[in-house]
């Protein structure tokens, strides 16, 4: 468990030596070395924390980028905050919205890279 834990940590934060990885990315390192990690504790982790983790910039299908703040109970995003729409450049925004809002945001589309548009967690 610690394993898993410490090795998603060290994954998904930026180094100086590399960019950080996405979660899904991190997961798929992980399912792809069951001799290192057992996949029982990479599951749980999976479904405690989510494809979209706390802390994790999404991208809607309307265009907005957006920090994830909470999960729900299946791991989904219930709560962010909207930092950027995408389509008027690099105007900030800062709002924080909770899932009924979610439907002029679009569908939840991916996780993206924090280091291609250049953010950084708040």
């Not at 982790?45 to 703040?69: E, T």
């Not at 989904?76 to 800062?94: D, K, M």
């Amino acid at each position: 468990m610690a394993a898993v834990i410490d090795t998603v940590d060290a994954m998904t934060r930026t180094r100086g030596d590399r960019p950080g990885k996405t979660a899904v990315e991190a997961y798929r390192y992980l399912y792809q070395k069951p001799e290192c990690f057992d996949k029982h504790w990479v599951t749980r982790y999976v479904q405690r924390h989510g494809f979209y983790p706390i802390g994790s910039l999404v991208k809607f299908s309307n265009g907005y980028l957006a920090w994830v703040m909470e999960l729900d109970d299946s791991g989904q995003p219930q709560r962010v905050r909207v930092v950027r729409h995408l389509g008027r450049g690099e105007q900030n925004l800062n709002d924080i919205l909770s899932r009924v809002d979610f439907p002029q945001l679009g569908t939840l589309e991916a996780l993206v890279r924090p280091e291609s548009f250049g953010l950084t967690p708040f």
